[in-house]
């Protein structure tokens, strides 16, 4: 979990390394990675309480070399672990500091990955653990319910805003539908961070209407109030590294799940009827970052949007973005059913003309159709 900042280069790296499986000589910082990736994944390797016995990090500009050995607490799947057994780890890993302080007598559950060409396993994520004694699973389904008992259970005893968010952020990408109810109090927090991340996270959880369409309000909230070149100032609540947050990247951090991939294509119909609204947000909201409402708003309802957001979508036809214009007009093709095919911008701007005209007289001939009323 991460802010992005004015340091742009460093966070494209980091963004970079939590996908790619680049080795640790390389230099590039994987970060803590999101449990439903990782316990998704076949690299899935080893789940284990460990207890701190050392660490450190040495940093270097573009590298983050993390030296930590720990101590077996108890093996909840995978193999080559047994209780009381020391393990060392030295990898570019970013331990998440602010959810297990990187400190001897810490205890963690920790889930590692071991790709194909590799000999050890790597640190993929570090979890947060209430017990000392975690139960052993055989499977990696099973793994999943142990993690949202442990998270859920140092979430209710805890009262740090900064953590609550973490916490919150790291547990709804695996909490099943029927506790999504349990975020609910976090609405009603101060912090607005908290709030948000309850909320972000009642909308992929719950799938209610209610909560897109307050997540819908708290994005234009926050694009009236924001704008891409006024910072928010770095403070302890965040991740406690140099430098100040870009809005826009912050706020999609939390909403993580609005772009055009949101979820496994099984899933596709029930959740995107609940992310409509916060597409729509988006686009008809952000004024100021193009790239931003392109990748967020058009984009995604270039693939999911309804006949309904023909308007919308015809209303940047002449946006100056041309890549706007080409989703934009796509959409409405795939509505519609034109038989205009976007492949890459320079091809666009070739037929451009004839796109425009197509477009153009099929939106006249709905112009008195109910449905775009």
Known sequence: MYGTKRHTIFSVVLLLSAFLPTPSSAGIIRLN???????????????????????????DFMSQILDVNVSVSSVVYGPGLTAGQEVAFRDAFAWPDNLVPLAAGQRC?????????????????????????????????NVRPLLVKELLSGLKSETSPVRQRLLIRQVT?????EEAPLLLPYLESKDEWVRRAALAGLVIVGREEKYSNLAADDLRQFFKSHSKDTFIPAFSDFEKRGGDYAPYPLLFDYYYYLH???????????????????????????????????????GPLHHFGTKEDIPSLYAVHDSRNV??????????????????????????????????????????????DKSLK
């Open 33 to 59: 990675a999101d449990l439903d990736r990782v316990l998704n994944s076949p690299d899935l390797f080893q789940v284990f309480v460990a207890k701190i016995v050392s660490g450190k990090v040495r940093s």
């Open 109 to 141: 559950l920790i889930l590692t990955e071991k790709w194909q060409n590799e000999k050890e396993p790597r640190i993929a994520t570090v979890v947060p653990v209430c017990n000392e004694r975690v139960e052993a699973v055989k499977s990696p389904v």
């Open 173 to 177: 990408r695996i909490l099943p539908r």
């Open 260 to 298: 055009s991939n949101p979820c496994p294509r099984s899933e596709e119909p029930e959740l995107v009827k609940f992310l409509l609204p916060l597409y729509r947000a988006v686009a008809e909201d952000l004024k100021d970052s193009p790239d931003d409402r392109l990748l967020h708003g058009w």
């Open 323 to 368: 890549h706007e214009r080409a989703c934009c007009l796509a959409a409405i093709s795939r509505m519609l059913k034109l038989g205009l095919t976007y492949t890459n911008d320079e091809d666009f701007e070739k037929n451009e003309q004839k796109w425009q005209a197509t477009v153009k007289n099929a939106v006249e001939q709905l112009a008195d």
